[in-house]
């Protein structure tokens, strides 16, 4: 129907490539072209994410008839076995990223649900849960640590820093607001560059660009005339 967001996801290195069409997972070879389809959601599936390694593809739909939760299904990418079925999130799920040693996946509900939250990749338990005060639409772990990541919303930037304590892990959380130069505004979308800047785009076609150390955006330019995904 049009909903799903970041709902393809490949990786060079390996060749492995794999979209999205209603509740059915398509995965190709590109380098043998052999072509896949996976099947376990019975609703939409609205988006997916492939760990760096692409060992693992996560993939989520909105709830079951019956079920109080949207699923989450973990997939083995080399032999198509589903390894883990993950429910948490009350509604749509908006967005899901791997961290960049591969050891979390965090999931991101849609405006209605409004929780981060945490997964162990080891054991795909729940490490931690946090509610956000607005909608948030896309989220990003850091490439420099596993312990950083960010999500955008509603006027700005939410830097999340991950503390673990024995098994216990919690989530602190930095709001940074969108310079005002830019008014009211959405952030609609979030990408990682070097040297610790995190580039953010709006609903307006504005690029924010980030300074991960301070939290601070540094500058903006017009790119677009429209919203940026």
Same mark, same amino acid.
């Given at each position: 129907?049009?909903?799903?967001?970041?709902?393809?996801?490949?990786?060079?290195?390996?060749?492995?490539?794999?979209?999205?069409?209603?509740?059915?997972? @398509? &995965?190709?070879?590109?380098?043998?072209?052999?072509?896949?389809?996976? /099947?376990?959601?019975?609703?939409?599936?609205?988006?997916?994410? &492939?760990?760096?390694? !692409? =060992?693992?593809? !996560?993939?989520?739909?909105?709830?079951?008839?019956?079920?109080?939760?949207?699923?989450?299904?973990?997939? %083995?990418?080399?032999?198509?076995?589903? *390894?883990?079925?993950?429910?948490?999130?009350?509604?749509?799920?908006?967005?899901?990223?791997?961290?960049?040693?591969?050891?979390?996946? &965090?999931?991101?509900?849609?405006?209605?649900? =409004?929780? +981060?939250?945490?997964?162990?990749?080891?054991?795909?338990?729940?490490? $931690?849960?946090?509610?956000?005060? #607005?909608? +948030?639409?896309? @989220?990003?772990?850091?490439?420099?640590?596993?312990?950083? /990541?960010?999500? @955008?919303?509603?006027?700005? &930037?939410?830097?999340?820093?991950? #503390?673990?304590?024995?098994?216990?892990?919690?989530?602190?959380?930095?709001?940074?607001?969108?310079?005002?130069?830019?008014?009211? @505004? #959405?952030?609609?979308?979030?990408?990682?560059?070097?040297?610790? /800047? /995190?580039?953010?785009?709006? %609903? $307006?076609? =504005?690029?924010?660009?980030?300074?991960?150390? *301070? %939290?601070?955006?540094?500058?903006?330019?017009? !790119?677009?005339?429209?919203?940026?995904?």
């Amino acid at each position: 129907n049009g909903n799903g967001r970041g709902n393809m996801v490949w990786n060079p290195d390996t060749g492995f490539f794999a979209y999205t069409c209603g509740c059915i997972i @398509v &995965v190709e070879d590109l380098h043998s072209g052999l072509q896949n389809h996976w /099947l376990a959601h019975t609703e939409e599936i609205s988006t997916l994410a &492939v760990s760096h390694d !692409a =060992q693992v593809l !996560a993939s989520a739909s909105g709830k079951r008839n019956g079920n109080s939760r949207c699923q989450i299904c973990i997939w %083995n990418t080399q032999d198509g076995a589903r *390894t883990a079925n993950l429910f948490h999130h009350e509604t749509q799920i908006q967005a899901m990223a791997f961290s960049q040693d591969d050891r979390f996946l &965090v999931t991101l509900g849609d405006y209605s649900d =409004q929780t +981060v939250a945490l997964w162990s990749t080891y054991t795909y338990q729940l490490l $931690s849960s946090a509610r956000v005060l #607005e909608p +948030v639409h896309d @989220v990003a772990f850091s490439p420099l640590s596993h312990r950083e /990541l960010a999500c @955008v919303g509603k006027g700005g &930037v939410t830097f999340w820093l991950l #503390e673990q304590q024995g098994a216990d892990v919690s989530l602190k959380v930095h709001q940074a607001p969108a310079p005002d130069v830019l008014g009211p @505004v #959405e952030l609609t979308s979030l990408c990682y560059g070097a040297d610790a /800047l /995190l580039y953010s785009g709006t %609903n $307006s076609g =504005q690029i924010c660009v980030w300074d991960t150390e *301070t %939290n601070c955006c540094f500058m903006t330019w017009e !790119a677009d005339e429209g919203e940026i995904g």
